[in-house]
């Protein structure tokens, strides 16, 4: 089975206004822990703050890819601010 990363922000916020009310982003998160995927996040919202129980579940059981694991870690990267 190969393993993917999804990478939320690509070219968008994943964290606009309207996220507050919809919830897109904390599902497809839901959706991404399900299927134990690695996810990337980039963005300047606080709101992020509001996901990271599912973001630390991620953490601990996201499958990294076996040709990336020794350039990927788990957890928020280093120049964040935040960490979970």
């Known amino acids: ?3 993917v990363i999804i990478a939320l922000s690509a ?3 994943p964290y606009q ?5 919809l919830m897109l ?3 497809l998160l839901q959706i991404i822990l399900k ?8 963005t300047k919202s606080k709101l992020i703050l509001r996901d990271l129980d599912i973001l630390r579940d991620i953490d601990k059981s996201a499958i990294l890819p ?3 694991r020794s350039h990927l870690n788990h957890g928020v990267s280093s120049t964040s ?4």
């Open 1 to 3: 089975m190969n393993t």
């Open 11 to 13: 070219s968008t916020e």
């Open 17 to 21: 206004k309207v996220e507050e009310d």
């Open 25 to 27: 982003t904390r599902k």
């Open 35 to 42: 299927y134990r995927f690695p996810v990337e996040i980039l």
């Open 66 to 68: 076996p040709d990336l």
């Open 81 to 84: 601010p935040y960490q979970l």
